[in-house]
């Protein structure tokens, strides 16, 4: 599975960015998808994560209120919106296949050695 994230860029803090991440090469509807970070000097952290069929979402609660994630199967593509960015919003940003799809458990979904397949991340840059 290859996958590809796009969006990221330079924004002022209180605005909004989309990312998108493009998946191809495996049957995308059999992954549950994650969103994680990674700040410069930081480790990478859980953002969000979406299940198969994009009923399910948990979000980090740090961002809860501000991030939402979704995914359309038919377009192969899972979403992280972002709004009201903060400074400390700014990193690299990832997607992820969960290895399992089972997102149930806290530890389960928010342990980056749960997940397979990487994106090569976007970055966003949130100015004060």
């Known amino acids: 599975v290859q996958l590809q994230a796009s969006g990221g860029g330079l924004v002022q803090a209180g605005g909004s960015l989309r990312l998108s991440c493009a998946a191809s090469?495996?049957?995308?509807?059999?992954?549950?998808m994650g969103w994680f970070r990674q700040a410069p000097g930081k480790e990478r952290e859980f953002v969000a994560v979406?299940?198969?069929?994009?009923?399910?979402?948990f979000i980090k609660d740090s961002v809860k209120g501000r991030f939402t994630t979704s995914r359309d199967n038919a377009k192969n593509t899972v979403y992280l919106q972002m709004n009201s960015l903060k400074v400390e919003d700014t990193a690299v940003y990832y997607c992820?296949?969960?290895?399992?799809?089972?997102?149930?458990?806290?530890?389960?979904?928010?342990?980056?050695?749960?997940?397979?397949?990487w994106g090569q991340g976007t970055l966003v840059t949130v100015s004060s």
């Open positions: 979406i299940s198969r069929s994009g009923a399910s979402t």
């Open positions: 992820a296949t969960h290895r399992e799809g089972n997102i149930l458990s806290k530890r389960n979904r928010e342990d980056v050695g749960r997940y397979e397949y």
């Open positions: 090469g495996g049957t995308f509807s059999n992954y549950a």
